[in-house]
Antibody
Framework: QVQLQESGPGLVKPSQTLSLTCTVS??????????WSWIRQPAGKGLEWIGR???????NYNPSLKSRVTISVDTSKNQFSLKLSSVTAADTAVYYC??????????????WGQGTLVTVSS | DIQMTQSPSSLSASVGDRVTITCQAS??????LNWYQQKPGKAPKLLIY???NLETGVPSRFSGSGSGTDFTFTISSLQPEDIATYYC?????????FGQGTKLEIK
């Protein structure tokens, strides 16, 4: 059974960089046809896709965040990471990591981390 | 970017009721649509992929239909454990986008 677990600081100061790591267990991050995504959800609001990475290192980002986002992968540790720079209060949210399964032309998020709340405040 | 519009935003129904949620895409997305269930304090859970395919282990009272721009999600007989917020998500084009959610409550 694949499991994902987010980790990182729960409090980040404005203008600083938010850094989170997702550790994947129960399977290799390198095996199969999967992208690995970050998704966030402000309190009481909907879901926003941030971006994804393939194990080759290929990335796709949401244009609304592209200038501030970097997603990377460390296959030796079975982890992938998110960095979001120049954060403001608007970046306060629960951040989820998720596996984006690809089967032919089908894509879906079938495994999710439990989510981690990141608050941007001085 | 493709905009996804769900309706209603909230819904109150009784146990045993048939419940229907709609999702409209701002452009044709073929059948590239998923549905998720999110319970309070939990991560979303995949229920339906490719508009109408039931994820393994998901009860058969859940179903999805539609293609192009108009999609429907149905619970045939509402159960107390179905209380949650439901989201549609398109994957026809990047960036992926979600509907704003439909919060389902028991009457």
């Amino acid at each position: 059974q694949v499991q994902l677990q987010e980790s990182g600081p729960g409090l980040v100061k404005p203008s600083q960089t938010l850094s989170l790591t997702c550790t994947v267990s129960g399977g290799s991050i390198s095996s199969g046809s999967y992208y690995w995504s970050w998704i966030r959800q402000p309190a009481g609001k909907g879901l926003e896709w941030i971006g994804r990475i393939y194990t080759s290192g290929s990335t796709n980002y949401n244009p609304s965040l592209k200038s501030r986002v970097t997603i990377s992968v460390d296959t030796s540790k079975n982890q992938f990471s998110l960095k979001l720079s120049s954060v403001t209060a608007a970046d306060t949210a629960v951040y989820y990591c998720a596996r984006d399964t690809v089967i032919h032309r089908l894509y879906y998020f079938d495994y999710w981390g439990q989510g981690t709340l990141v608050t941007v405040s001085s | 970017d493709i905009q996804m519009t769900q309706s209603p935003s909230s819904l109150s129904a009784s146990v045993g009721d048939r419940v229907t949620i709609t999702c409209q895409a701002s452009q044709d997305i073929s059948n590239y649509l998923n549905w998720y269930q999110q319970k309070p304090g939990k991560a979303p859970k995949l229920l339906i992929y490719d508009a109408s395919n039931l994820e393994t282990g998901v009860p058969s009272r859940f179903s999805g239909s539609g293609s192009g721009t108009d999609f429907t999600f149905t619970i045939s007989s509402l159960q107390p454990e179905d209380i949650a917020t439901y989201y549609c998500q398109q994957y026809d084009n990047l960036p992926y986008s979600f509907g704003q959610g439909t919060k389902l409550e028991i009457k």
